[in-house]
């Protein structure tokens, strides 16, 4: 993984202990120094020394016999993931809508935005369903095999979305089918046509959805939001004919507040002396 920056201002030192939080994932929730080191491209002293200062911070845990210790993240981690989120003030907005949605489908809402060539929920409200993949808030997936991701890709202008999809995924899950790049160019052309965007058992079997962009005051796609539905309870038609004109209509309504909210001015008062 490569630790040198383009300018002076780069610390190196972090980047190392992000490298090192970025190493654990599903697949190694728990490992030794040895592999923490290996995973994250680091020497083993190097290694350790982050390790100890994320575990005196609260972002690691060890377990184990003292020579042979085994190390895993703690939730406070997922800090970081919801201070982003906070900050965007979009979950705070979108929550009451999203609620709503779900009460009037019985089916699974969330929104997502881009990073790389994948997306990351930011917001999600659930139903239980009998699903074949795990989503929660930072969860990420390869952005062409989704609805959220097509939404997302197709907003893009012709450079940016050639450097997305020339980015490798990070995301760890291989689609269950991909689409061919002409294949998958015309098809965000059609959803850049029509507003939205059909994923049909493209990422696993079993997983439908249906997403719409999420626009701010200046008509920016600022996320993406879809209905997730699980392909043996509802048809394509049940998705589009049914959910997609209530999901259009809940977008526009989080893209007003979300519009107002930015429009209401945020002054910082001085204290008053006393």
Not at 250 to 270: N, Q, W
Request: glycine fraction near 8%; hydrophobic fraction near 45%; proline fraction near 7%.
């Amino acid at each position: 993984m490569p630790r040198k920056g383009t300018t002076p201002d780069f610390i190196e030192a972090l980047a190392r202990g992000l490298d090192v939080i970025t190493a654990f994932s599903a697949d190694r929730h728990e490992m030794s120094l040895s592999q923490v080191a290996e995973v994250a491209g680091l020497a083993r002293p190097t290694a350790r020394r982050i390790l100890l200062t994320l575990q005196e911070l609260g972002y690691v845990r060890a377990s184990g016999d003292p020579g042979a210790l085994r190390y895993a993240l703690t939730p406070r981690v997922l800090d970081l993931g919801v201070a982003y989120v906070c900050s965007t003030g979009l979950w705070e907005v979108a929550r009451p809508h999203m609620e709503r949605l779900v009460a009037r489908t019985g089916e699974s809402c969330s929104a997502a935005r881009l990073d790389g060539g994948d997306i990351v929920y930011v917001a999600r409200v659930a139903v239980p369903k009998i699903v074949t993949l795990a989503v929660q808030i930072g969860t990420r997936f390869p952005a062409p095999a989704t609805s959220l991701g097509k939404v997302l890709l197709a907003a893009l202008g012709p450079r940016e979305l050639a450097a997305a999809l020339g980015e490798p995924s990070r995301a760890g899950v291989v689609p269950a089918r991909s689409l061919p790049d002409e294949r998958l160019a015309a098809e965000l052309r059609e959803v850049r046509a029509r507003g939205w965007a059909l994923a049909d058992e493209e990422l696993a079997p079993g997983i439908r959805s249906v997403s719409v962009p999420l626009r701010d005051g200046e008509g920016r796609v600022i996320a993406a939001l879809n209905v997730n539905a699980h392909a043996a309870e509802t048809s394509v038609e049940r998705l589009v004919g049914h959910h997609l004109p209530l999901l259009l209509r809940t977008a526009g309504e989080i893209g007003a507040d979300f519009a107002r909210l930015a429009a209401v001015p945020h002054v910082t008062l001085a204290p008053s002396a006393t």
